[in-house]
């Protein structure tokens, strides 16, 4: 599903340059729950960025699901993107003045997908997300847990066949990071959708497929979780 070689991320800046990824090669299959683990700066979200296309990478060859995003201009990797890739943040990044149901739709909305259609499917992922009765309600008025449920509908709604996640359960208690995590493998065993989530937090091992860990720019092991919730 993700094939990365040779990936290097330069930034640069009045005369200094650091180098934020040095030569990293990954493969995920399809299916997969990865989870990238290291220090902070170690180069996890530089990592996700570049991967999924929200960073250009310095050098090195990108493939998602059988396509080079390298090749691409700016317009195709958007496009790409909304049509392929779904993305969870930590701050959630709803938009404050529309509802659940309007943050969930979105992405199809920005496809043009008609919105009698686009309504539906949202309603259909708040449902799965457990939230079918807050689809009115707007994100000052949910709890932390329930606006992360609405970031992830909005993440599934194209049917992505890779999911991005940063830091998901980052701004949540221990009990409700717990419960994003289930749905997030209940999700994953039900749809066979790829989750590449970058995270500081230890206890999203057991979750995983597989877990990756960071350090200076590079990968510096890669071990399958033997006992996996």
């Known amino acids: ?34 989870a990238i683990l290291g220090p902070s700066g170690c180069g996890k979200s530089t990592l996700l960025n570049c991967l999924s296309g929200i960073d250009r990478s310095s050098e090195g060859y990108i493939e998602i699901d059988g396509t080079d995003i390298t090749k691409m201009n700016d317009n195709q990797l958007t496009c790409f993107r909304a049509r392929n890739m779904g993305f969870i943040f930590q701050s959630y990044n709803l938009i404050p003045v529309l509802n659940a149901v309007e943050n969930a739709e979105l992405p199809l909305l920005v496809l043009e997908t008609p919105e009698n259609q686009a309504r539906k499917r949202a309603l259909e992922l708040l449902e799965i997300v457990g939230l079918k ?97």
């Open 1 to 34: 599903m993700i094939k990365a070689a040779g990936l290097k991320k330069i930034y640069r800046s009045m005369g200094t340059q650091v180098t934020a990824l040095k030569g990293v090669d990954l493969n995920i299959e399809k299916g997969e729950i990865v």
């Open 133 to 229: 009765d807050m689809a009115k309600k707007i994100p000052d008025t949910m709890s932390g847990g329930e606006r992360q449920r609405v970031a992830i509908a909005r993440a599934l709604i194209t049917n992505p066949a890779v999911v991005w996640a940063d830091e998901p359960t980052g701004a949540l208690d221990t009990k409700t990071g717990v419960e994003i995590m289930s749905l997030i493998t209940e999700l994953n065993k039900k749809n066979n959708q790829t989750f590449v989530i970058v995270t500081h937090d230890q206890r999203i091992i057991k979750y995983a497929d597989r877990v990756i860990h960071m350090d200076s720019g590079l990968i510096v092991s890669s071990e399958k979780v033997e006992h996996k919730v």
